[in-house]
C-alpha cells in the first residue's frame, strides 16, 4: 500500500526556518520523483518543488526560489524540504506527492495527509 506520510510542519516566526519531511512506504522511492505542493486558506493548491529520481533534478516555484531546498535520501525513503527566510505568505497546509515515474511531470495519485505551516510573530 503506498503511503506518503508528512511531517514537520509548525509554527514559525518570519524569517525563521522548518524542515519537512516526506516518509515514504509502500514503494520504491528510487524509481519516482516526490513533488511538494502547498495550498493556503482561500487559494488554489499551488506546486513548491520537485525532485526527479533519475537524475536528482530540481525545480522550484518562483516564489519559494532561493529560499527552499528539496532533497531526498533514498536509503530513508524521506524526501525533504528545507525552508528558509519564512514569511506570511508561505503559511499554508502542505503536501507532499508521488509523480507517475521518475520525472517530475504528469499526475501526482498518491498524495500524503499534509503538514500545518504557520508562519507568524
Known amino acids: 500500500q503506498v503511503q506518503l506520510v508528512e511531517s514537520g510542519g509548525g509554527l514559525v516566526q518570519p524569517g525563521g526556518s522548518l524542515r519537512l519531511s516526506c516518509a515514504a512506504s509502500g514503494f520504491t522511492l528510487d524509481y519516482y520523483a516526490i513533488a511538494w505542493f502547498r495550498q493556503a486558506p482561500g487559494k488554489e493548491r499551488e506546486g513548491v518543488s520537485c525532485?526527479?529520481?533519475?537524475?536528482?533534478?530540481?525545480s522550484y516555484a518562483d516564489s519559494v526560489k532561493g529560499r527552499f531546498a528539496i532533497s531526498r535520501d533514498n536509503a530513508k525513503n524521506t524526501v525533504y524540504l528545507q525552508m528558509n527566510s519564512l514569511n506570511a505568505e508561505d503559511t499554508a497546509v502542505y503536501y507532499c506527492a508521488r509523480a507517475e515515474g521518475r520525472l517530475c511531470i504528469g499526475e501526482y495519485f498518491y498524495w500524503g495527509q499534509g503538514t500545518q505551516v504557520t508562519v507568524s510573530s
Open positions: 525532485i526527479s529520481s533519475s537524475d536528482g533534478n530540481t
